[in-house]
Every structure is written in C-alpha cells, then in structure tokens.
C-alpha cells in the first residue's frame, strides 16, 4: 500500500478533516449551519426557536466523553450531559432531540447512534448502526433526522460511495433514503446546499491513484446533479524523499448566489470554477486587477505579475462581493549531514474580487488561518512561522513563533488590531457564529474562545479542548432558519 494509501486509511478511520464554506444561506428544504467544530467536517446542526444552539464535547478520560447544550457566547453549559463514547463523530439538533454520532472506546471500527431528550438528557436510543464514521448529519424542517456515511469497501480500507439515512422517532431505526454506489469514490467532505441537496468533496480512486472529485447529490430524488474530476490539483504535496508533509489542502467553496463550485489550487494561484448544475469546469490563473494606465505601462515593459505565494493548504471564506484566501507554505533546504532545515510559514493574503476573478489586493499580515465575522466587517486571522530539521529518521523543531489573533480590515487588508495573548496554530481553527458578531478561537493550548471582533474583547474564559488541540474535536454550534 503506498503512503497516500496508508494515509487515506487512516482518514476514513478517523477523522476527515475539512474546512467546506458555503458562499450564501437560505435554506428551503434543509437547514445548512456553519461548524464550530467537529471530528468530521458535518455542517448541518438544526436549533431550537430562534436562539442559537451551541454544542460542546469533553473528555473526562479517553474512554467517555459528553455533549452539552452551552450559551453561545459564554460557553456556560445550560443543558444536561449526553454520552458519547470515546468521542463524537457528528450530531443534529431538534426541538425535542439531540442526536450524536459517536465513536466506541473499544477499539472497534462501528460507530454508534445515540438520540437522548434535549430537555433531560434521557437516552432514547443507542444502537451500533455502522461500519465507518459518518460524513455528516443534518435534520430536516418536519424534524426528521438525517445521516450520510461512506459505504465501506470490501477490502475495508476505502470507501465506495455513500448512503442517506433517515432516523425514524417511532420505530427507532435508520432508514436508506439514498445511495450513490460508486467503487471509485472515496468521500471526505460533506456540505448541505441551500436548496438540500448534498456536495460532497472526495478523491476518485483509481488503484493507488487519486484525484479530486467533487459531487452535488439530490437526495429526495436519488439522482447525482454534478459529478466532475479535478485533474489539476495534486493530492500529495511536494517533498524531499523520505521527508513526509501533509496531504495538499485545496479549499472548496460552494458559491450558491452565483451557481458554481470555487475549488482554490493551493500550489499555485488558480482557481478552477465548477457550473452547477452544468459541471462546466474553468480553471483561472489569478492575476492583479490592472487600471487602463498600469495596463497600457505593462504592454510598453512587459513584467511578471505579482502573485500570491503558492501553499501546500490553504483557507478561503466569501465575504460580500470578494473571495479572501490564506494559506500556509513549506519549504526544505538540503544541510550537509542530508536532512532538510524546514520553515512552515504562512503565505501572502489575498482578496479576489468574484466578478471578475481578480486579485484586487494582497498582503502578508502574517496568517494562514481565516474567517469572517458574521457582518462581513472584519477578518480575523492567525497563525504561525515553525523551523526545524527533518529527514528520514529525524524531526526536530527548533522555534516556534505566533502571528497571535489579528483583526484585519476586508477592504485594504490591513491590521487594524493586535492580540498577542490569543495564538492559533497553522491546523487552529476561528469560525464566526451565525447569530452573534463573535468568532470562536481555538487557541494553541487547545482553549476554545469567543472573541468579539467590534469591541477586541474575549467574551469567555473558554473550554478545554480535545489532547491534540482541535477544536473540530470539541465544539460545534448551530443557527436557526437559514
């Protein structure tokens, strides 16, 4: 099995941890919220009335853990403690319920179903119901529950497509509502549209070879509305031999106010456009919006282009009319002992304007972590510059210095605010509330934060994390209607 085998294996063992953003929220058939956190990449989390719902896992010790209602802002819990195992995989909110996907403690690869009462805690249901962790939940406006998990493959280190799942109140037990059956389809990363249907952000498989698909599935008629291969965007990144990095992270936007997909290329500026319904794909090298005179100077004295510095992850979020992406880059210099001297870094910052597809400004604030505030009248950001030695046998880190909590200003890309005693690692995680202007801060100590980008004042002392310091491992929140 080659490493990207081994490494995909343990993807779908654990955790696919991804960063999917929707372009805009309204949501007729189902309802699409934005994650905090979680140990797969779930959006969908209906609430209660009108008050945001926010969840939170703890670990008393690796075996058990909980999910507690908690106040969005304060992180204080205000609902009972639901068990869930060695740790949950996804959950889904209704009026009545609080349902969570969890992962045994026994070692064993099933994954578990538990459907307690929102008001008391009382476990209605806890049933092993799976083979693989599930993609996502999301519930629909009627109440009803609803679960995608990979089909697992025969040979058990893939999988083969996925299933929709209806969890029914009255005979407690999971319904097929939909399958896509596809043995050349390894599903990573699941987004709940609009308008219900499902993107779903994958690597078809072919062998030991991957590239990276993308899928939009109309689950209440069981029929695929999208289904293209990206070609153009590895799924290894570059390295020296016997030097092991991070699989590349092309971000993928769901622009649905424009009907497209925005797949961000993370080794190079380009961005390659997927129509939907059409699949109609356009790949565009990003370039700087010139005025009719620096265009006219440029033909006169041909230049390079000023663009951003290539990454092997990056990060994009919409914000108004403008598509911000950062990223964070690698690179080796070969000592004479053989090894390689690192530098993790983060890369240059840029605001593309989505008419054009242009790139209207750009920065180095130093970030490689971003969001935006719910208003869309800041950014935050953050991250860290990492060195080091590493080689076949040997991986040392040798300084380790944090951008801190950066408010920046969406129009020139300027710092406009400083915190030093909030620090994000490059893997950190800020994700904006959808009802309150804060943004949730997963600090490197792994202390889940809320911090308000209008005062700069941090409005909890914050909740301890997962060991390994993810925030996708212990905190998700939910918004109501759209």
């Known amino acids: 099995?080659?490493?990207?085998?081994?490494?995909?294996?343990?993807?779908?063992?654990?955790?696919?941890?991804?960063?999917?953003?929707?372009?805009?929220?309204?949501?007729?058939?189902?309802?699409?919220?934005?994650v905090v956190a979680s140990s797969t990449s779930e959006?969908?989390?209906?609430?209660?009335?009108?008050?945001?719902?926010?969840l939170r896992a703890g670990w008393p010790d690796w075996a058990t853990s909980s999910v507690v209602e908690v106040d969005p802002v304060t992180l204080v819990d205000v609902g009972p403690a639901v068990p869930a195992g060695a740790w949950s995989e996804g959950s889904a909110v209704t009026d009545d319920l609080i349902a969570i996907a969890t992962w045994p403690a026994d070692g064993i690869s099933w994954w578990r179903l538990v459907v307690a009462s929102r008001d008391t805690g009382e476990v209605l249901f806890d049933e092993r119901v799976g083979t693989m962790n599930i993609l996502g939940m999301f519930t629909l406006p009627s109440g009803e529950v609803m679960v995608v998990e990979p089909i697992r493959s025969a040979d058990w280190n893939f999988s083969d497509g996925f299933v929709v799942d209806a969890f029914n109140v009255d005979t407690n037990d999971l319904e097929e509502v939909a399958r896509f059956d596809d043995g050349d389809f390894v599903p990573l990363r699941l987004t709940v549209l609009s308008d219900g249907r499902l993107g779903v952000v994958g690597w078809d498989r072919h062998g030991d070879t991957f590239?990276?698909?993308?899928?939009?599935?109309?689950?209440?008629?069981?029929?695929?509305?999208?289904?293209?291969?990206?070609?153009?965007?590895?799924?290894?990144?570059?390295?020296?031999d016997g030097v092991y990095v991070d699989p590349m992270y092309h971000p993928v936007i769901w622009d649905e106010e424009r009907s497209r997909i925005l797949a961000v290329h993370a080794h190079e500026d380009v961005i390659t456009t997927v129509g939907i319904p059409s699949g109609e794909i356009e790949e565009i090298l990003l370039v700087p919006e010139r005025s009719l005179l620096s265009a006219?100077?440029?033909?006169?004295?041909?230049?390079?282009?000023?663009?951003?510095?290539?990454?092997?992850?990056?990060?994009?979020?919409?914000?108004?009319?403008?598509?911000?992406?950062?990223?964070?880059?690698?690179?080796?210099?070969?000592?004479?002992?053989?090894?390689?001297?690192?530098?993790?870094?983060?890369?240059?910052?840029?605001?593309?304007?989505?008419?054009?597809?242009?790139?209207?400004?750009?920065?180095?604030?130093?970030?490689?972590?971003?969001?935006?505030?719910?208003?869309?009248?800041?950014?935050?950001?953050?991250?860290q510059t990492t060195t080091g030695q590493v080689g076949e046998e040997l991986s040392t880190t040798e300084s380790v210095e944090y951008a801190g909590l950066l408010v920046i200003d969406p129009d020139t890309l300027e710092v406009v605010d400083?915190?030093?005693?909030?620090?994000?690692?490059?893997?950190?995680?800020?994700?904006?509330s959808n009802t309150e202007n804060i943004i949730y801060v997963d600090d490197h100590a792994g202390d889940i934060l809320t911090f308000d980008p209008i005062s700069g004042d941090l409005l909890s002392t914050g909740v301890r994390g997962f060991e390994y310091s993810l925030m996708r491992n212990s905190l998700r929140y939910t918004s109501p209607g759209s």
């Open 211 to 240: 590239q990276h698909r993308i899928i939009v599935f109309d689950w209440a008629r069981n029929e695929v509305v999208v289904d293209v291969v990206l070609e153009g965007l590895p799924v290894e990144a570059e390295a020296p």
């Open 1 to 34: 099995m080659s490493r990207l085998a081994m490494v995909l294996s343990l993807l779908l063992l654990g955790a696919a941890c991804a960063d999917v953003s929707t372009g805009s929220s309204s949501a007729p058939t189902a309802t699409s919220t934005s």
């Open 418 to 432: 400083h915190h030093n005693e909030v620090n994000i690692t490059w893997e950190g995680e800020l994700q904006p």
């Open 43 to 54: 959006p969908p989390i209906e609430s209660r009335g009108s008050s945001t719902t926010t």
């Open 296 to 383: 006219f100077f440029a033909w006169l004295v041909p230049a390079a282009d000023a663009k951003g510095m290539p990454s092997f992850q990056r990060q994009a979020v919409i914000s108004g009319d403008h598509l911000y992406v950062a990223g964070a880059t690698v690179t080796f210099d070969e000592t004479a002992d053989g090894t390689y001297a690192y530098r993790h870094a983060p890369g240059d910052l840029l605001k593309i304007d989505l008419a054009t597809m242009r790139i209207v400004e750009s920065a180095q604030p130093g970030v490689s972590v971003i969001a935006s505030s719910t208003s869309g009248g800041y950014l935050i950001g953050g991250g």
